[in-house]
C-alpha cells in the first residue's frame, strides 16, 4: 500500500495510496451532470452489474458524454463482438484483462447502461487509479540467522509490480559484478521512460528501485550495510507506475497477468504489490483483488502493503477500517509498518501511527496479517527520478556518491522486507505453498508488544495513539529465525489460510472470527481440522487478550456510535465512501503520518 519520504513538504501526489488522480476521479463521480432518471431505470434493471462506485456515477451523471475509464468483466472470456460492441458506442480499448474474463475500456458515461445491458457482461467498475504505498530491518526481523544458515534467495524469483527498477545499480548485480539480478524488465505504462537528467533508465519516479533494494540488494556500494533481505534473489521489473507514481487496476492486473505466465520460466514464487488504493466495493466483486487471488492460486505469494491511512479518524474511527485494496483480499499476505527507533533490538519497536488498520471496509477481513519495519527505511536511490530530485535531503551516501542511497518511510517499504523473507522460506523449502508460507509467518512472529503507544507529529503537535490488537499488528512483527526453524504446515487446500473475518452481532454486542461458515472460536484452529494452532498460537494472549481486541475504545474507535458505525457499516456510505473521500484535511492528516521518529 505505500511508501513516504520523511518530510512534511510532500505533496498530495505522492502522499495518498491513489494520489492527484484520485480526486480527479471523485469529483467526476460528484461532479457531472445528472441523468438520474435513465441511470435509476438502468440500476433497476441491472442492479448487480454496477460496482458501488459505478452506479452512483450513473445516479448523477447518466446522460454525460465525459469519458470514464471502466473495466468491464464478462461471463466468460470476451469475444471480438463484444468489444465491438462497446467500441460501436464510442468506447475506446485500452487493455485485455484476460486474468479476470475482461476489457479495460475508455467509454461515454452514458453508454454504461447500454453495455450492462448486454447478457455476456457480468459485472462493471471504475478502472480506478492506483499509487505508490510510501537500517535496522534486518536486524528487527531476525534475519541474520537465515543467512547464516546459507539462505539467500538465490533461485528465486520476486516480481516487483511497481513503478520499476533501475539496475544500474551495482546492489543489485551478482557480488562479482558480472550480471544483473533484474532478469526481466516490461512496462505497462506507456509513458517516458527518461528521468529529469535526461537519462533513460526503467524507473523514473524512484519508488520500485529502493523496494527492489528492499527485497535483494546486496550492499555492494555500503559495505553490506544496507543489505536487502534476500541479497542473492532474481527481480523481475513489470513497471505499472509512472514519473509520478500513478498508475491504474487493468495495468497492475495486465503485470499480474504477465508475472503468472512468466512463473515457470524464471521461477517467479512472490509478487510484491507496494501499492494500492481506496476500497470501492467488496473483495469478491473487486477485479483487483480478483487478480491476486488468481496469482495466489497458481502458485505465486502475493504480498500487499495495508496502507498509510492510520491516522485518518473518520467520526471517532481512529483508523480503523483503512486497509487498502488488494490488501483486504483474505487470500493475500498483507503487510504494516513498525518503527525500529533507531535501535538493532526489537525490543523497543513500536507501530508507525500511520501504518493502517482493519476490519477491512464491506467484508470486515481481519487485515494486516502481520507488520515489519517500513519507518525510515534506507534502501538504493535512483538518481535522477522524480522522488531523488524532490526529496534530496532523503539521500544517504555510500561507497560511490551521496546518490547511492535513499531514505523512505511507509507500508510500502515494510511489504518488501516481507517479500524478502518469503523468498528465504521458499529457498529453505521449495514445495511450501503460498497458504503454508502465509501460516508458518503468522504463527511464528514476535508477539510481545505494549498495550498501547503514542507519536506525536511535530509539526502539528497532534498525538496519535496506537493499541497493539489484530486490526493493528495482525498476527505479529515477522521473525525470519523462527519462521525457518519451524516446521508446522496447514493443509496444502488453496485458501487454507484465508484471513478471516470479524462479524459483530448487533443483538448481543459480541464480536466474533469466522472462517468461511464456521466461527472461530478460542479453543479451536483457525484454519481446518489439520492445522496445529489456535488463535492463541496464532495472534497470542496479547494481541488477542479481550480486553485489548474487543475493547470498544480500541476497536471503533473513541467508544462513540458514530466511530463504530463507520467501521461496521456495511453500506456504500460507510468508511469507504467517507475515510477516502478526496478532502484536502484528510490528504493533509496523511502527509503528516510519514517518516515520523
Avoid at 139 to 165: E, F, P
Avoid at 364 to 382: E, I, Q, T
Avoid at 546 to 560: F, L
Amino acid at each position: 500500500m505505500t511508501k513516504k519520504p520523511n518530510t512534511q513538504k510532500r505533496g498530495e501526489r505522492h502522499s495518498a495510496a491513489w494520489g492527484k488522480r484520485l480526486g480527479l476521479v471523485l469529483l467526476l463521480v460528484v461532479g457531472m451532470a445528472s441523468g438520474q432518471e435513465e441511470a435509476n431505470s438502468s440500476q433497476a434493471m441491472n442492479p448487480t452489474k454496477f460496482a458501488p462506485d459505478v452506479a452512483r456515477l450513473l445516479t448523477q451523471s447518466g446522460n454525460s458524454t465525459q469519458s470514464v475509464k471502466v473495466i468491464v468483466q464478462y461471463k466468460s472470456a470476451p469475444q471480438a463482438a463484444a468489444v465491438t460492441r462497446v467500441q460501436h458506442l464510442g468506447g475506446k480499448l485500452n487493455n485485455s484483462l484476460s486474468l479476470v474474463q475482461g476489457e479495460a475500456f475508455t467509454v461515454p458515461a452514458n453508454s454504461l447502461t447500454t453495455i450492462a445491458a448486454d447478457p455476456t457482461v457480468s459485472y462493471i467498475s471504475l478502472d480506478h487509479p492506483v499509487k505508490a504505498m510510501d537500517d535496522y530491518t534486518n536486524a528487527a526481523m531476525n534475519v541474520s540467522a537465515a543467512w547464516s544458515a546459507g539462505y539467500n534467495g538465490a533461485g528465486i524469483g520476486v516480481a516487483v509490480i511497481d513503478s520499476g527498477i533501475n539496475d544500474n545499480h551495482p546492489d543489485l548485480w551478482t557480488s562479482n559484478q558480472q550480471n544483473s539480478r533484474v532478469v526481466y524488465h516490461q512496462d505497462f505504462t506507456g509513458t517516458s521512460t527518461y528521468n529529469s537528467w535526461g537519462k533513460q533508465v526503467y524507473d523514473t519516479y524512484g519508488h520500485g528501485t529502493h523496494v527492489a533494494g528492499i527485497i535483494g540488494g546486496n550492499g555492494y556500494l555500503s559495505n553490506g550495510n544496507y543489505s536487502g533481505v534476500a541479497p542473492n534473489v532474481n527481480l523481475l521489473d513489470l513497471r505499472v507506475l509512472d514519473v509520478n507514481g500513478a498508475g491504474s487496476d487493468s495495468l497492475v492486473i495486465s503485470a499480474i497477468s504477465k508475472a503468472i505466465t512468466l512463473k515457470k520460466t524464471y521461477n517467479i514464487r512472490v509478487i510484491n504489490l507496494s501499492l494500492g488504493r481506496p476500497i470501492f466495493e467488496g473483495y469478491a466483486s473487486d477485479p483487483l483483488c480478483q487478480a491476486v487471488e488468481s496469482a495466489w492460486k497458481a502458485g505465486i505469494v502475493v504480498v500487499v502493503a495495508a496502507g498509510n491511512y492510520g491516522r485518518l479518524s473518520v467520526f471517532g474511527s481512529d483508523g480503523y477500517g483503512t486497509v487498502a485494496a488488494p490488501g483486504n483480499d483474505p487470500f493475500v499476505l498483507t503487510v504494516g509498518a513498525m518503527k525500529t527507533m533507531g535501535t538493532f533490538p526489537r525490543t523497543d519497536d513500536l507501530i508507525a501511527s500511520y501504518s493502517s488498520k482493519g476490519p477491512t471496509t464491506f467484508d470486515h477481513v481481519v487485515k494486516p496479517d502481520v507488520v515489519a519495519p517500513g519507518n525510515l527505511v534506507v534502501s538504493l536511490d535512483d538518481p535522477g527520478s522524480t522522488l531523488d530530485i524532490e526529496y534530496p535531503g532523503n539521500e544517504v551516501a555510500g561507497n560511490r556518491s551521496s546518490h547511492d542511497y535513499f531514505t523512505l518511510s511507509g507500508t510500502s517499504m515494510a511489504t518488501p522486507a516481507v517479500s524478502g523473507a518469503v523468498a528465504l522460506l521458499l529457498e529453505q523449502h521449495s514445495t511450501l505453498t503460498p497458504d503454508q508460507i502465509k501460516a508458518r509467518l503468522m504463527k511464528t512472529a514476535y508477539k510481545t508488544f505494549p498495550t498501547s503507544s503514542t507519536a506525536t507529529d511535530p509539526t502539528t503537535g497532534q498525538t496519535y495513539t496506537s493499541y497493539y490488537d489484530m486490526f493493528t499488528v495482525g498476527a505479529g512483527y515477522v521473525d525470519v529465525n523462527a519462521a525457518v526453524g519451524n516446521n508446522d504446515l496447514t493443509s496444502t487446500t488453496v485458501g487454507a489460510a484465508l484471513s478471516p473475518t470479524a462479524s459483530h452481532n448487533a443483538s448481543t454486542g459480541k464480536i466474533t472470527l469466522s472462517n468461511g461458515n464456521s466461527t472461530v472460536a478460542s479453543s479451536s484452529v483457525v484454519w481446518g481440522a489439520s492445522t496445529v494452532w489456535g488463535t492463541s498460537v496464532v495472534w497470542g494472549t496479547n494481541v488477542s487478550g479481550s480486553s485489548v481486541v474487543w475493547g470498544s475504545s480500541v476497536v471503533w474507535g473513541a467508544s462513540t456510535l458514530s466511530g463504530f458505525s463507520v467501521v461496521w457499516s456495511t453500506t456504500t456510505t460507510s468508511a469507504a465512501s467517507v475515510v477516502w473521500g478526496a478532502t484536502s484535511s484528510a490528504m493533509g492528516a496523511f502527509n503528516q503520518a510519514i517518516g515520523e521518529q
